[in-house]
């Protein structure tokens, strides 16, 4: 027989306390963005894209994109300086 290896078990507890806020904010951008993701695979099997598009204004659409552009280039800044 060969040596005993000690097994360690996870915690996800204790992995998240060693992350910091890091280890609390990954299972919500998981969940977030499978959230999306079954909203937007639901819609478009469903074919009702083409209905929600009709209704939003293409300038709504534009402005969502650049204000969402803008807080992307914010944090970035934010992050390395």
């Known amino acids: 027989m060969g040596p005993r290896i000690a097994s360690a078990r996870f915690w996800l507890r204790e992995a998240s306390g060693a992350l ?9 951008a998981v969940a977030a963005g499978l959230f999306v993701a079954v909203a937007m695979a639901l819609l478009g099997l469903l074919g009702l894209i083409r209905s929600f ?16 552009a803008r807080e992307l280039l914010l944090s970035g800044l934010r992050t390395n300086l």
């Open 20 to 28: 910091g806020d890091f280890g609390t904010f990954v299972p919500l």
């Open 53 to 68: 598009a009709r209704l939003v204004p293409d300038a709504v659409l534009r402005g969502l994109q650049l204000t969402v």
